[in-house]
């Protein structure tokens, strides 16, 4: 197995740990995460110290193993789908579980949700007509600021937090109205490659 593929089996399994850490009620289970107070402000949970720690490794090894398959000019099929998936259980995964817990808007997760199948049927479609559409710069930014977002809130907006600067929920927010954009965007691309008419 490649190492661009290893990367990405790593973050499926980070992103599987992050998600059951974050929904195992442990206090039912008689585990309870040390609680700390920053700066006498803010209650920090351990619990999501860890998942923010092992959500920022995860993000990294999505950046890596897409730069080393490009290097190495090695991206397979099989590495393509499992990227692809990889990506949507961190992100989607843990998104579900914020706004759960109400860390977040429900809105969010729908958001993102019904975007990545909206890609996904298009992307089916496209390749069923033999054409290929490429990620564009706004899915990519969208992705860029979820990982940043979600990775802040796992932290508790530390240090912003303590200034009243909340940075996680402006980055998550741009992240999903660029999901919307990017959407667009690709729904217009791709019914232009596939010659597809609306009556």
């Given at each position: 197995?490649?190492?661009?593929n290893?990367?990405?089996?790593?973050?499926?399994?980070?992103?599987?740990?992050?998600?059951f850490?974050?929904?195992?009620?442990?206090?039912?289970?008689?585990?309870v995460?040390?609680?700390?107070?920053?700066m006498?402000?803010?209650?920090?949970?351990?619990?999501f110290?860890?998942?923010g720690?092992l959500?920022?490794?995860?993000?990294?090894?999505?950046?890596?193993?897409?730069?080393?398959?490009?290097k190495?000019?090695?991206m397979s099929?099989?590495?393509?789908?499992?990227?692809?998936?990889?990506?949507?259980?961190?992100v989607?995964?843990?998104?579900?579980i914020?706004?759960?817990?109400?860390?977040?808007s429900?809105?969010?997760?729908?958001?993102?949700?019904?975007?990545?199948?909206?890609?996904?049927?298009?992307?089916?479609?496209?390749?069923?007509k033999?054409?290929?559409?490429?990620?564009?710069?706004?899915?990519k930014?969208?992705t860029?600021?979820?990982?940043?977002?979600?990775?802040?809130?796992?932290?508790?907006?530390?240090?912003?937090?303590?200034w009243?600067?909340?940075?996680?929920?402006?980055?998550?927010?741009?992240?999903?109205?660029?999901?919307v954009?990017?959407?667009?965007?690709?729904?217009?691309?791709w019914?232009?490659?596939?010659?597809?008419?609306?009556?």
């Amino acid at each position: 197995m490649s190492l661009p593929n290893k990367l990405t089996i790593s973050r499926m399994v980070l992103a599987g740990i992050i998600i059951f850490l974050l929904i195992i009620p442990w206090q039912d289970l008689g585990i309870v995460f040390p609680t700390f107070y920053v700066m006498g402000r803010v209650v920090v949970d351990l619990k999501f110290l860890i998942a923010g720690f092992l959500f920022v490794i995860a993000s990294v090894t999505d950046y890596l193993d897409g730069a080393i398959a490009r290097k190495e000019k090695s991206m397979s099929d099989f590495g393509a789908v499992m990227d692809a998936i990889a990506d949507k259980i961190l992100v989607d995964g843990v998104l579900i579980i914020l706004a759960y817990l109400g860390f977040i808007s429900v809105i969010v997760p729908v958001v993102a949700v019904v975007r990545d199948i909206c890609m996904d049927s298009m992307r089916i479609l496209a390749a069923k007509k033999g054409t290929i559409i490429k990620a564009q710069i706004w899915g990519k930014a969208k992705t860029v600021f979820l990982l940043i977002g979600i990775s802040l809130l796992l932290f508790y907006n530390l240090p912003f937090e303590i200034w009243g600067i909340y940075l996680a929920e402006i980055f998550i927010d741009i992240g999903t109205v660029l999901s919307v954009i990017s959407l667009v965007i690709y729904f217009i691309e791709w019914k232009n490659k596939i010659g597809l008419k609306l009556n």
